[in-house]
């Protein structure tokens, strides 16, 4: 029985060792096609990875081969760019020497024909633009700050202003320089430095402002008020104006040249309701500020008998000088300027100079050549042709000199002149003894565009008298000086009206032609000095 159990078990044991055998071939033989299926999956994969392979190795190769060509490609455009931007170069570096050639020519016929110089100023917005003491300006939908005035390049401005319901106003005014908001008390003096030169040369100079109240005139002549508006002594440096860079510049053209024997007097009048002011001289109660009167000579030169003149020495003499008259100023505030001058300001810088006279000899001949040359061929010069000249003509006979005679003293005057502003009652809010000042301001202001309009005009009369103003700067507005008329306008909306009154006495004052600027004739000679 024992052996019967035993049996049974090993025959158990070998029909389950039977079945395990079954299933595991069964797992074996469905892992093999599995195996299979797998091999053919896989070749099929290698032979797909393959193909892409090559497609994107192929498509690599092109995307180099098209990279390389446009690295060749690029390095000629670079090539090109290069040769463009030096060509561009060499054209703008030409375009300036031509430009400047230009102006130089212009200058010259300028001083050939005897025009008067103008620049044009535009000043930045101010805080005070925004303000309106006027209602009627409040209650305007449109902004007053808007800037309307634009320089578009250095002789241009552009006058650009629209209103709802009213054609677009777009006006340009063309001047010898304009200056946009952003250049410097240093580059405008770069353009005036030329005529002290001038005045070495024995030529008279005048320069004035002109404009609104509170377009910067006082500014650009003398620089900030160190008074109402404190600055560092670099800043003020940086922000002087004319006046004082104009005199500095001066003795330093004079300490060049020390044998010429310089001697610089100064006088400062002030024209205040039409009344002309000497600010140097005292009266008998010691106060400063005389009144003094203006008269025409027998040679029709103004002239201001008893006008007081201080010597200087150096520029700091001279604008302690300055100083202390513009102390004695009258000025007044307004809605439209907090610190307005109520007076034209006028500064006399005399200069006697020793100089041989063999260069004035000189002098006189080429004067007289250019104004053979001037009314043999009005016409060309005046349609800016090239005149012909003839180098057959004579030269100019040599003028008999005593040799003892060898320096020859010669006196010339420049003028500084810082107008009043201009003003519209309306919006400056004045009255009273106010007031009256700006009509006297105008009524100068006016006469001065007068003298003007009749000289472009070529009237037989010119009304110098109408007014103390055109009366003292008679020798420089119609005479042989070299007159320069620095305009200074507003940019905004606001003052529009003023401002186009100024560009306009600018565009006028331009179309005036005069003698031609001379040198200042001999005074007496080094012996008999």
């Known amino acids: 029985m024992e052996l019967c159990s035993l049996y049974k078990e090993q025959q158990d044991l070998r029909r389950n060792t039977y079945v395990n055998l079954t299933q595991m071939y069964q797992a074996i033989q469905k892992f093999k096609q599995e195996l299979k299926d797998f091999q053919s999956f896989s070749y099929l994969l290698m032979n797909s990875f393959k193909h892409q392979y090559q497609d994107y190795l192929s498509q690599i190769v092109d995307a180099v081969q098209g990279t390389q060509l446009e690295n060749e490609n690029l390095q000629l455009f670079q090539a090109r760019a290069v040769d463009l931007e030096q060509s561009l170069q060499e054209t703008n570096e030409r375009y300036q020497v031509e430009k400047q050639k230009r102006k130089a020519l212009h200058n010259n016929l300028v001083e050939l024909r005897g025009n008067i110089r103008v620049h044009c100023r535009i000043r930045p917005l101010l805080p005070f633009d925004t303000e309106s003491g006027d209602a009627a300006f409040q209650n305007r939908s449109i902004s007053l700050s808007e800037k309307v005035v634009h320089a578009t390049d250095d002789e241009t401005v552009l006058v650009r202003y629209s209103r709802p319901g009213h054609p677009l106003f777009n006006k340009t005014f063309q001047f010898e320089r304009v200056y946009s908001p952003l250049e410097s008390q240093k580059t405008v003096f770069g353009d005036v430095c030329p005529l002290l030169t001038s005045l070495l040369d024995g030529y008279n100079v005048c320069i004035m402002t002109y404009g609104q109240t509170g377009s910067g005139k006082s500014y650009t002549m003398l620089g900030p008020d160190s008074e109402s508006d404190p600055i560092s002594p670099s800043e003020a440096d940086r ?195 106010i007031l009256r000042e700006t009509s006297f301001i105008n009524r100068s202001l006016a006469a001065l565009a007068d003298v003007l309009g009749a000289l472009s005009e070529h009237r037989g009369h010119i009304p110098y008298r109408n007014s103390k103003l055109t009366h003292l700067l008679q020798d420089s507005i119609g005479g042989d000086a070299k007159l320069l008329v620095m305009l200074c306008v507003s940019p905004c909306q606001k003052y529009l009206a003023e401002t186009l009154q100024s560009l306009g006495f600018g565009s006028r004052a331009r179309q005036v032609q005069r003698v031609q600027a001379k040198r200042r004739n001999l005074l007496v000679s080094g012996k008999s000095k």
């Open 239 to 433: 922000e002087m104006g004319i006046i004082p860079r104009a005199i500095g510049e001066l003795f330093r053209l004079l300490s060049e040249n020390p044998t010429v024997n310089p001697r610089v007097e100064a006088s400062v009048v002030e024209i205040y309701n039409n009344e002309l002011f000497d600010l140097l001289a005292k009266d008998s109660s010691g106060i400063f500020g005389v009144k003094r009167d203006v008269i025409t000579t027998k040679e029709g030169k103004s002239n201001v008998p008893l006008l007081t003149y201080e010597l200087v020495e150096s520029p700091a003499e001279f604008m302690k000088l300055i100083n202390k008259s513009l102390q004695l100023r009258v000025k007044h505030p307004t809605l439209v300027h907090a610190d307005s001058s109520r007076s034209h300001l006028v500064v006399t810088v005399t200069l006697t100079i020793s100089v041989p006279f063999d260069s004035f000899a000189n002098q006189q001949a080429i004067e007289k050549l250019c104004k053979e040359i001037l009314c043999t061929a009005p016409q060309k010069v005046m349609k800016s042709e090239k005149p012909s000249f003839s180098p057959r003509g004579p030269s100019p006979a040599p003028i008999p000199l005593d040799p003892t005679e060898q320096q020859k003293q010669v006196q010339t005057k420049l003028q500084l002149v810082d107008l009043a502003g201009s003003e519209c009652i309306g919006m400056s809010g004045v009255t009273g003894t």
